[in-house]
C-alpha cells in the first residue's frame, strides 16, 4: 500500500496535515477542519505542543524525542519530525542499500519525497546534531474513536449539485443557450457531407452548379453558426455574472458569521484568496459545463460519421485520444500539489505587500525599507519559481498531448492517402474525414481543459470548503436578547486564554457584578486583561471556564447580534473607514438620520470640526482616517457609539489621545448621555474614572480591588499605587 499523503491547505497548516497523514496511516480518516480544532491553530501556526494535543485528543501516545540521526532508524514509523525549524513533516521509512541510506518523507507542503541522508540531515538537525521527532502509537481509543464523517467526493457532488441550482434559477436563459447551440452544432454536423457532395458531386463532376448550391448552404449554416454563437456567449456571460456574484456575496456572508478567533488565527490575505476560488469555481461551472455538453455531443457525432467513412482512421484516432488524455492524467497530481503551494506562497506575498504599503510611515520612520523590500523580494521568487514550475509543467503535458495528436493526423492522411491510391476511398471522403479530424481535436483539447479545469475547481472548492464548514458563531446560541430589559450583569467563576497552546491564561478566576445602570471603570497595568475581559463582554470571545450572566441567561447561549445591538464600544484600536464622515458615523445606516447624527457629534465634540469643513457631514475622510489626529479619530468613533444610543456602553483607552480640555468638555457632555446606561470604561487617567459608580483594579487577569474612587484611595493599595503619580490627585 502506497503511503498515504495530503497536502496543506494554508500555510500554517502542516501540523495537522501531519497529523492526518498519520492517522490515515493507521486507518482513520479526518477531516483538517476537525484536526485543526483539535491542534488549536493560530496565526503563528503550531506548536510541537499543540500537535501533541491534538494527537491525543484522537488517542495517540506521544512522545517527543530529540535524537541524533544515528538514533533515528531506532525510532518506529511513521513519525512527525520537526523540519528546518518551521515546518512539520511526516518520516514513513528509511531503507539501506549499500551502506546507504534513504529516508522517506511525506511534507505536506510538497508531496512525497525520497531524501538521501545528507540532505535529510540538513533539514532536519538544521546543521545542529541532533532534530526533533514526534513518536506516536495509536491506543484503544484511537481505534474506538469516530471521526466526524467526511464525505468522500464531497466536492465534486458539491459542485455537482451547485451546477443544477444554477441552471434551475436561470431556467430560460439556460435553455435558449442550450437550444442556440444546439442549433451551432447542427450545422457543424451537417458541413462534412455538404462538402463531400461538393467534392464528389460537383468539382469531380464539374457541375458548377451543385458546387454554387452547396456553397449557398455551406453560406448560410456558417451565417446561422454565427448568430448563434454569438447570442448563447451572451446568455452564458449573464448567467456567468449572475453567479459569480452570488458566489461572492455566501462567502462574505459566511465570513461575517464566523467567530472573531478564526480572523486572530489565520491571515487576510488566505481568507481574500478564497475569493479568487470562488471565482476559479464559477468559471467552471458556467464555461466547463457548456464546453463539456458541446465537447461530448461533437465527440459522439463526429465519432459516429468519423466510424461511418472509414473504420480503420476511427480507430486509430480513438488509441491516439486516449494516449492523449492519459498523458495529461499524469501531470494532475503534481498539479496539484504546486496549486496548493502557489496559494500559500501567493498569500503570504500578498500580505506581506498589504502591510508593507499600508505601514508606509512606520517603515520610513524605522529606516526598515531595505529589509522589508527584500523580505518581499524573496518571496515574490518562491511563487515566480512555483509559477515557472506551473508553466514547464503546462508545457510538458501541452508538448505530450500535441505530439498524440499530430501523430494521429499525419497516420490518417497517410492511411487515407493509400485508401485513394488503392481506389477504395475518393478524394471527397479523404477531405472530408481530414475535415472530421480537424474538428474531432477540438472537443479532445476541450475535454483535456476540462480534466485541468475539474481539477482546479476542485481544489478552490476544498478551500472554500474549509471555511464553509467552520461553525457560525451562532451556532447553538438560541436566546434572542433584543428588547428584553437586563437587570444585572454577572461573571462567575471566568476564566480565559487566547488559543495556541503557548498562551496561559489571561483572565483568571474572576468574579464580578457590573451594576446596570450605573457606571464602571477598569484599571490596571499594561497587559493585564482589561480589553479581553471587555470582548468577553461583548461576546467576542466565550470565556474558557466559568461563565457571564444577563440576568439568569448565560451570554453563551444569546444570539450574538441580538446583544451587540444593544451595546455601543469603543476599541483603542476603532476603525476609521475612507467613506464619508456620516458614513463612519452612521456606519450600519444606509441613510443616515442627520438628527442623531448631529446630536452624537455635538456630545462627542466633533460637531464643529466636521461643520467646518466644504462638505460638512458628507466630506470624505481619506484613506483609513489618515488624515484625522488620534484625537479627532477618536471623537468620530465616541459619536458612532453614541449615534447607535446603545443601553451598555464600552469605552477601552477611548479618551486616551484627547487634551485635558477636550476630555473634560466629552465627559461632561457623556455623564449627561450616561445616565440610566450601563457604561463600563477602561482608562488609565483618573480623570476618566474617578467620578464611576465602581473601580475595578486588574492585575495579571485577576481583580485586586474593587471599590469606589475615595475608599480606594483610602485603602491605599495598587489603584492609589497606580495613579499617585498622576497631577489630579492633589484636585
Ligand atoms: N489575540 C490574542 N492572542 C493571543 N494573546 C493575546 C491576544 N490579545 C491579547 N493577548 C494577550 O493577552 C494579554 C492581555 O491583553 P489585553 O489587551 O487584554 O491587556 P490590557 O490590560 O487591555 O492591556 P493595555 O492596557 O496595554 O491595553 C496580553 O498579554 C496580550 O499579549
Known amino acids: 500500500m502506497k503511503f498515504p499523503h495530503y497536502t496543506q491547505l494554508e500555510a500554517r497548516d502542516c501540523g495537522p496535515t501531519c497529523l492526518k497523514i498519520v492517522a490515515r496511516f493507521y486507518g482513520k480518516n479526518y477531516s483538517m477542519a476537525e484536526l485543526k480544532d483539535y491542534c488549536a491553530v493560530t496565526r503563528q501556526g503550531v506548536s510541537l505542543q499543540d500537535i501533541i494535543n491534538g494527537a491525543s485528543n ?8 530529540k535524537l541524533t540521526l544515528d538514533n533515528i532508524k531506532t525510532i518506529p514509523l511513521p513519525a512527525i519530525l520537526y523540519w528546518r525549524q518551521e515546518h512539520y513533516v511526516v518520516l514513513y521509512n528509511i531503507k539501506e542499500r549499500r551502506g546507504k541510506r534513504t529516508y522517506f518523507i511525506s511534507d505536506p507542503s510538497f508531496g512525497r ?39 468522500k467526493n464531497l466536492a465534486l457532488s458539491k459542485i455537482g449539485s451547485y451546477f443544477l441550482a444554477i441552471i434551475k434559477n436561470n431556467r430560460f436563459k439556460s435553455a435558449l443557450s442550450l437550444f442556440l447551440i444546439l442549433v451551432a452544432m447542427v450545422g457543424t454536423w451537417l458541413f462534412p457531407s455538404v462538402f463531400r457532395k461538393m467534392i464528389d458531386n460537383g468539382v469531380m463532376a464539374k457541375d458548377i452548379n451543385v458546387v454554387f448550391y452547396l456553397l449557398a448552404a455551406q453560406f448560410i449554416i456558417f451565417v446561422s453558426q454565427i448568430i448563434s454563437d454569438s447570442i448563447s456567449s451572451i446568455l452564458l456571460m449573464q448567467i456567468n455574472f449572475k453567479v459569480s456574484l452570488q458566489f461572492l456575496v455566501n462567502y462574505l456572508h459566511k465570513l461575517i458569521r464566523l467567530p472573531l478567533k478564526i480572523f486572530d488565527n489565520r491571515l487576510n490575505s488566505d481568507l481574500m484568496m478564497r475569493m479568487d476560488d470562488s471565482d476559479r469555481i464559477q468559471n467552471f461551472l458556467s464555461h466547463h459545463s457548456i464546453e463539456f455538453l458541446i465537447s461530448v455531443l461533437s465527440l459522439g457525432i463526429f465519432s459516429v460519421l468519423l466510424c461511418s467513412y472509414n473504420v480503420f482512421a476511427f480507430l486509430i484516432f480513438i488509441v491516439m485520444s486516449i494516449f492523449s488524455i492519459l498523458w495529461t492524467l499524469l501531470f494532475l497530481d503534481k498539479r496539484k500539489l504546486l496549486d496548493y503551494s502557489r496559494f500559500t506562497a501567493a498569500s503570504e506575498t500578498k500580505n ?19 529589509n522589508k523590500i527584500s523580505q518581499w523580494e524573496g518571496l515574490q521568487k518562491k511563487l515566480n519559481k512555483i509559477n515557472l514550475e506551473a508553466l514547464n509543467l503546462n508545457y510538458y503535458q501541452l508538448i505530450g498531448a500535441n505530439f498524440f495528436n499530430r501523430s494521429k493526423d499525419i497516420l490518417i492522411t497517410g492511411l487515407c492517402a493509400y485508401f485513394v491510391i488503392q481506389g477504395t476511398m475518393s478524394i471527397g471522403v479523404m477531405m472530408v474525414v481530414g475535415y472530421i479530424i480537424g474538428q474531432l481535436n477540438t472537443p479532445i483539447n476541450n475535454l483535456i481543459n476540462i480534466i485541468r479545469g475539474l481539477q482546479d475547481a476542485k481544489m478552490s472548492f476544498d478551500r472554500l470548503e474549509d471555511i464553509q464548514r467552520l461553525d457560525n458563531e451562532d451556532v447553538n446560541r438560541n436566546t434572542v436578547l433584543k428588547f428584553s430589559p437586563v437587570h444585572s450583569i454577572q461573571l462567575k467563576n471566568v476564566s480565559f486564554k487566547y488559543e495556541g497552546s503557548f498562551n496561559n491564561n489571561v483572565l483568571e478566576n474572576l468574579n464580578l457584578e457590573i451594576p446596570v445602570g450605573k457606571i464602571t471603570a477598569i484599571v490596571g497595568s499594561s497587559g493585564s486583561g482589561k480589553t479581553t475581559l471587555l470582548k468577553l463582554l461583548l461576546s467576542i470571545y ?12 448565560n451570554l453563551q447561549t444569546v444570539v450574538p447580534d441580538s446583544w451587540r445591538t444593544r451595546c455601543g464600544v469603543v476599541f483603542q484600536d476603532g476603525y476609521i473607514y475612507s467613506g464619508t464622515y456620516a458614513e463612519n458615523i452612521a456606519l450600519a445606516d444606509a441613510k443616515p438620520d442627520m438628527v442623531k447624527l448631529k446630536y452624537a457629534c455635538e456630545l462627542a465634540c466633533i460637531d464643529e470640526f466636521i461643520e467646518s469643513l466644504p462638505m460638512q457631514y458628507n466630506s470624505r475622510i481619506g484613506r483609513t482616517g489618515a488624515n484625522l489626529s488620534g484625537g479627532q479619530k477618536q471623537r468620530l468613533l465616541i459619536a458612532r457609539a453614541i449615534y447607535r444610543d446603545p443601553d451598555f456602553i464600552f469605552f477601552d483607552e477611548a479618551t486616551s489621545s484627547l487634551d485635558a480640555n477636550n476630555e473634560k468638555k466629552i465627559l461632561n457632555n457623556l455623564n449627561e448621555f450616561f445616565k440610566g446606561k450601563t457604561v463600563v470604561i477602561i482608562a488609565h487617567r483618573l480623570s476618566t474614572v474617578k467620578k464611576a459608580d465602581q473601580i ?33 490627585l492633589g484636585n
Open 542 to 553: 466565550n470565556p474558557g471556564q466559568g461563565s457571564i450572566y444577563l440576568d439568569d441567561v
Open 113 to 151: 519525497i525520497p531524501l538521501r541522508e545528507e540532505f535529510f540531515d540538513k533539514q532536519w538537525t538544521n546543521n545542529e546534531n541532533a532534530g526533533i521527532a514526534l513518536l506516536l502509537e495509536p491506543t484503544q481509543e484511537f481505534h474506538d474513536k469516530v471521526p466526524i464523517p467526511t464525505e
Open 352 to 370: 506581506n505587500i498589504y502591510e508593507l504599503i499600508n505601514e508606509m510611515p512606520e517603515i520610513k520612520i524605522n529606516n526598515a525599507h531595505e
Open 696 to 728: 475595578i483594579v486588574m492585575e495579571k487577569g485577576s481583580i485586586l480591588e474593587q471599590n469606589t474612587h475615595n475608599k480606594l484611595i483610602a485603602a491605599k493599595g495598587k489603584y492609589y499605587e497606580l495613579i499617585k503619580n498622576q497631577l489630579e
Open 58 to 65: 484522537i488517542g495517540f501516545d506521544t512522545l517527543s524525542v
